[in-house]
């Protein structure tokens, strides 16, 4: 079965200091990758999206960047966090052909 | 990008049916409709999808009007466990490949009495 991973849960950093998220994904091959932000009391906002290794598509100019090293890999990371990063992180994970999506537990992440 | 709308409360008694509605005028042909519910501090979970016909799973039923710009989610019998933010989505079809991308909106914050 396929199974997703997402770590840390929580994380706590310092404004201007560097963010690294990892996602991967067991049990399928060559999916689509998606991550998303969630602030406080708001809605999914759709962040990156992979199709392939190597190929990245952003939604939404940020002071974030991804990438996909591996194919069932997927990394969030930023040089200098805002305080507006602040936010729940997710990842997920889909094949084509409209099936649903399965998304990761998250990582709550903290700016101060 | 193809948007939805949905109630933002809806209230249910455990054990009855929730019909929890959605409207999506801008459907294209291509947009599958998608169900997600969300609990706190949790990520969304799937509940299910279509393209045109209605389906049906152990969680629910979809009932996708004829001409696609609405959509219901059925849960045949609330339990506490389905208090939960829903959200409908419009699955957009990006670029020439069959992949596609959910695009959330606020969803519908479903509250179950006892």
């Known amino acids: 079965s396929q199974t997703i991973h997402q770590w840390p849960a929580t994380l706590v950093q310092p404004v201007g200091s560097p963010l690294s998220l990892e996602c991967t994904v067991e049990g399928t091959s060559n999916p689509n990758l998606y991550w998303y932000r969630q602030a406080a009391g708001r809605g999914l906002q759709l962040l990156f999206y992979?199709?392939?290794?190597?190929?990245i598509s952003s939604e939404v100019p940020q002071n974030l960047s991804a990438s996909r090293p591996q194919d069932r890999q997927f990394i969030l990371s930023s040089k200098k966090l805002l305080l507006s990063d602040s936010g729940f992180y997710l990842c997920a994970w889909s094949l084509a052909g409209g099936s649903g999506y399965t998304f990761g537990s998250g990582t709550r992440l903290t700016v101060v | 990008d193809a948007k939805t709308t949905q109630p933002n409360s809806m209230e249910s008694n455990e054990e009855e049916p929730v019909h929890l509605p959605c409207n999506h005028s801008t459907i294209s042909g291509t947009d599958y409709i998608h169900w997600y519910r969300q609990l706190p501090s949790q990520g969304p979970e799937y509940v299910i999808h279509?393209?045109?016909s209605n389906v049906n799973n152990r969680m629910a039923s979809l009932a996708i009007a004829e001409d696609r710009k609405s959509s219901t989610l059925i849960l045949h019998r609330a339990t506490l466990r389905d208090a939960a933010v829903y959200y409908c989505i419009l699955r957009v079809q990006y670029g020439s490949s069959n992949t596609g991308k959910l695009i959330f909106g606020q969803g519908t914050t479903l509250q179950v009495k006892p």
């Open positions: 279509g393209l045109t």
């Open positions: 992979s199709v392939g290794i190597g190929q």
